[in-house]
């Protein structure tokens, strides 16, 4: 099936779910749209609408998607684990796509974002089709995609569980020492080294990753994207620095550090994963993203939270509105 028809397949899916989420749209009319450059905290409501950026435009470049797996053995950090047979190596294939701009001029170095759950239709498909249009627009630069799928599985003891919520850096080394020079050896691309020229985006578990690339390593990424992110305590096995997992971001990690050169853009559902859950629990998405944007703004952090009323967890509707907003402003001011 032919790339466009299944982007057109999944907009058409989202618009259907949208009006599950009508409910919302009865509290009053949505609040004026502010500038999308702003920092702070914002509402926003249903009805959801696809952003123009989604619609394929013919009369623009488009990139070339590359597409490749890798396999668990060829690995020296993630050799595949099982959740039913603990220590035991379950081998799994890993499916890669990359985008590159039409623009892009081999040898040079560009800027990139790298996608957690790359090969999910929200994000393998919505992408490269958003980057088309905003690159040709020149108001996102001549930047590459790296969507990365998981090793398999999801929540605790899980493969993807490990890569995304163990609160460390072996995830970041994972890209840097083995997905990024597989990619610029075969693809002929060059990665800019300027940390403000790499962003790191995901939903959910893959939020909580992207936050630990940066968080870990400021001096290669500086850019975060989060829908949904599991800012809770959903690490196994948890680690001395981290007791509850990704809950220690707004807990312990951030305001005890001094303030990190790193921007986020991040969203929440009203309906989200644990909405009815004490915040005891340290299971409660909203309560947990509420928690991290108070505390970016109480260190200085330059951050955009949204919270979507209506919403389920790494919402459909709310990502095909608000995709190609979020990565302008996570790159404004960028030169490359």
Not at 29 to 37: H, L
Not at 100 to 118: K, L, N, R, W
Not at 143 to 169: C, F, I, K, N
Not at 302 to 325: F, K, S
């Amino acid at each position: 099936m032919r790339l466009n028809v299944l982007l057109a397949l999944i907009l058409a899916t989202a618009a259907v779910a949208v009006s599950a989420g009508q409910r919302g749209a009865g509290r009053g009319s949505a609040p004026p749209e502010p500038s999308i450059f702003a920092d702070g905290d914002f509402t926003i409501r249903p009805p959801w609408s696809n952003a123009p950026e989604l619609i394929v435009d013919n009369t623009i470049p488009h990139g070339t998607i590359h597409r490749f797996t890798m396999k668990s053995e060829d690995s020296k950090i993630y050799k595949g684990i099982s959740r039913d047979q603990p220590g035991a190596v379950v081998p799994y294939s890993r499916p890669v796509a990359v985008y590159v701009p039409a623009q892009y001029v081999p040898g040079t170095p560009a800027p990139f974002i790298v996608v957690q759950d790359g090969y999910n239709p929200k994000y393998h498909l919505t992408v490269p089709t958003v980057l088309d249009k905003l690159i040709a627009e020149k108001k996102l630069p001549v930047m590459v995609a790296v969507l990365v799928q998981h090793g398999g599985g999801d929540g605790p003891g899980s493969q993807r569980g490990l890569e995304y919520d163990t609160v460390s850096d072996t995830y970041t080394q994972f890209i840097e020492t083995e997905v990024l020079p597989k990619i610029a050896r075969d693809y002929k691309i060059t990665f800019t080294k300027d940390p403000e020229g790499r962003a790191t985006m995901g939903g959910s578990s893959g939020a909580a990753c992207a936050m630990a690339m940066a968080w870990f390593h400021p001096e290669l990424y500086r850019k975060v994207l989060s829908y949904s992110g599991t800012f809770v305590n959903q690490a196994r096995p948890s680690t001395e620095l981290a007791p509850r997992g990704a809950w220690e971001y707004h807990a312990t990690l951030i305001p005890n550090a001094e303030k990190k050169p790193i921007r986020i853009w991040m969203e929440v559902g009203e309906f989200d994963n644990g909405a009815s859950r004490d915040e005891s629990t340290f299971g409660n998405w909203i309560i947990a993203n509420q928690h991290m944007a108070a505390v970016l703004k109480t260190k200085g952090y330059p951050y955009r939270y949204v919270y979507a009323e209506g919403a389920r967890h790494t919402d459909a509707g709310v990502i095909l509105q608000t995709l190609p907003q979020a990565l302008q402003w996570l790159w404004q001011g960028y030169k490359n």
